[in-house]
């Protein structure tokens, strides 16, 4: 075993892609630039950062592990080489993850699961959803007269603090899939935050970019920000009082997290926000519970896409996509053509526009999930794109919904954050888990070593409008609406590929135009997420700015869209199943594939 120089470091930088070379930080919430993590540990990492460089799949036989960060996917790599499952890999990835990619995802989140079971051919889909505590008013982010509060001012404090989900997610998923010793999942966590881990780039970027709201609060400043002085990349940092609690954890299960100690603690800490105190309760956290949900799955091209239901906007949005693209024949069009660009960017506003009406925690408010995905409802919606430029307006449909009460439209924000894993193990299991804390850090609120979620901003912060109510607007126990897309593409039952990625309510145009990709042009997995975004979501056309999709920009102006230039930094985990398996991951964050 090898240490990562920064030889090492400087040569895979020069090696980077010009066309990822002028991506700044993201501009709202900072995201971090294009750099590669300094920690790679194992030679074989070093090889898949020099293949993901130069834009060639990792390939692999046996299994193959896909996550944000090289340390997270080599605890990863290390559980299925010794014969663990994806769902123990995934322990032991989400445990790391949350240490060297804190701002992300952890124990204080919430996460999205989707399993392919090779023993039985099953789908099973569980969510990890924070829930609004039981003490949440609908009104909490309204001010005194009804009006919205400003967003980072919700974000920031307790407030916003959802019940995590992640710990009992982690446990749910190992109790039902789990192969290996629970206990063992964390000993590489454990490891690192004792012994300390080396910041990465993007983390050093990110502390630095938050550097007034981590300044403020009082308990995320000393880690992050010891004595005022930011880390630099490179800088090794420990965080015992994590170590403490992933040995409880390890120790006792999630238990040790819902009830006791760590309970209070977090408590203490959402209530105790000095000027933004949320509710959070010892009986929210007791009462927490994962939810096995139906996979919603939508025909594409021959394939099924599979991922998460309500609360999880993600699949049906991502199912109403493709369904009405499907029509058209983006092969031919391929992936310069402006015409190929309307028709999905014009979908993906239709699909957004139904998101917006409908879409929210169904055990609140009833969901239309089979009629947003009807064949008959698509073909409708699909014939609004037989034009020949941008549709004037993307208003929401009628879908079938044997539910009288006329809903508005919520726009909820949902800024870019989030992680995401893909799994396949020996054994054939495929797993696809995006997880989160929300924004970048989250509430801001940290406690025994672990950032606490803002995930109740991704609710309406309005109740109603004109008059009707909004599906996603906050109630008591309630998961906030998400769009993450944990994905799985069958084919003929069995799994094809494994994706997702992060980015708010981008992740949704995000995971789709990686599969359209890779099916209709025809671009292996690393191809796929590497590829420049276009993204249209609420009728301006976003085009990652530094890259090649620029082209694009006056002939779809010339179409009749708005277009904007933003940096668009998605983290697409991919894994193609085929006669081997194929890993990619997005060369605009710092993860990797690995397999063997
Ligand atoms: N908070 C990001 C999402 O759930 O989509």
Redesign the pocket.
């Known amino acids: 075993m090898i240490r990562t120089t920064l030889g090492l470091c400087a040569l895979l930088t020069a090696l980077a892609l010009p066309l990822f070379a002028q991506q700044a930080a993201d501009a709202v919430a900072p995201e971090g630039p294009s750099e590669l993590a300094q920690s790679a540990q194992h030679p074989q990492t070093q090889a898949a950062l020099e293949a993901k460089q130069a834009g060639r799949p990792v390939r692999a036989h046996d299994w193959m592990v896909a996550a944000a960060h090289p340390l997270a996917a080599e605890a990863g790599a290390e559980v299925l080489a010794r014969g663990g499952s994806a769902a123990d890999a995934m322990v032991a990835v989400q445990a790391v993850l949350g240490l060297v990619e804190p701002q992300s995802s952890g124990l204080g989140g919430g996460a999205f699961l989707v399993w392919y079971d090779a023993a039985t051919g099953a789908l099973t889909t569980l969510d990890g959803r924070e829930t609004a505590p039981l003490d949440a008013t609908p009104r909490l982010f309204q001010d005194e007269n009804g009006a919205p509060m400003e967003f980072f001012d919700a974000v920031i404090g307790g407030r916003s603090v959802g019940t995590p989900g992640t710990p009992a997610l982690l446990e749910e998923a190992h109790r039902r899939w789990g192969r290996a010793n629970w206990a063992g999942l964390f000993d590489a966590a454990i490891g690192l935050a004792e012994d300390g881990f080396e910041v990465s780039p993007r983390l050093a970027a990110m502390v630095a970019g938050d550097m007034l709201n981590l300044m403020k609060s009082e308990t995320a400043r000393p880690y992050f920000l010891p004595g005022g002085v930011r880390p630099t990349p490179g800088h090794r940092l420990r965080n015992p009082a994590y170590a403490a609690t992933l040995r409880a954890i390890a120790r006792d299960g999630a238990r040790a997290f819902y009830t006791g100690a760590i309970a209070r603690d977090i408590v203490a800490t959402v209530q105790g926000a000095s000027d933004n105190p949320g509710t959070l309760s010892m009986t929210d956290l007791a009462l927490y519970r994962v939810r096995e949900r139906p996979p919603v799955c939508a025909p594409y091209r021959g394939r099924q896409v599979c991922g998460m239901g309500p609360p999880s906007s993600g699949a049906l949005t991502l199912g109403q996509i493709l369904g009405l693209v499907e029509p058209f024949d983006l092969a031919a069009l391929g992936p310069r053509s402006a015409e190929a660009w309307r028709l999905i960017g014009d979908a993906s506003r239709l699909a957004f526009a139904d998101r917006g009406r409908y879409m929210a925690d169904s055990d609140f408010v009833a969901v239309p999930v089979k009629g947003l995905i009807a064949p008959d409802y698509l073909r409708d919606r699909a014939a609004l794109l037989r034009g020949t430029r941008a549709l004037d307006e993307a208003a929401p449909g009628e879908p079938e919904f044997d539910h009288a009460l006329r809903r508005a439209d919520d726009i909820a924000i ?1 800024l870019p ?2 992680s995401h894993i893909s799994i396949v193990d020996s054994y054939g299991n495929a797993l696809a888990m995006t997880t ?1 804390i ?1 924004n970048g850090f989250g509430s801001r609120l940290m406690t025994n070593g672990f950032l606490l979620n803002n ?1 109740l901003t ?1 609710f309406s912060f309005a109740t109603h409008s004109g008059g009707r109510p909004i599906a996603n607007a906050l109630a008591p126990g309630k998961r906030p609406r ?3 897309s944990p994905t799985i593409v069958m084919e003929d039952g069995a799994p094809v590929l494994v994706l997702g990625s992060p980015g ?2 981008r ?1 949704i145009g995000y995971v789709a135009q990686a599969l359209i990709a890779h099916l209709d042009w025809g671009m292996d997995v690393q191809q796929a997420v590497a590829m420049p975004h276009l993204l249209n979501r609420f009728g301006a056309f976003e085009i990652e700015a530094g890259s090649s999709a620029m082209a694009l920009q006056t002939p779809l102006e010339a179409l009749g869209f708005e277009t904007g230039l933003t940096p668009l930094v998605s983290g697409l985990h991919a894994i193609a199943i085929g006669d081997d398996l194929q890993g990619g991951a997005d060369p605009r964050r710092e993860g990797v594939a690995l397999g063997r």
């Open positions: 949902e954050s989030t989160t929300e995930e991704d998400s769009s993450m708010g309510s992740i």
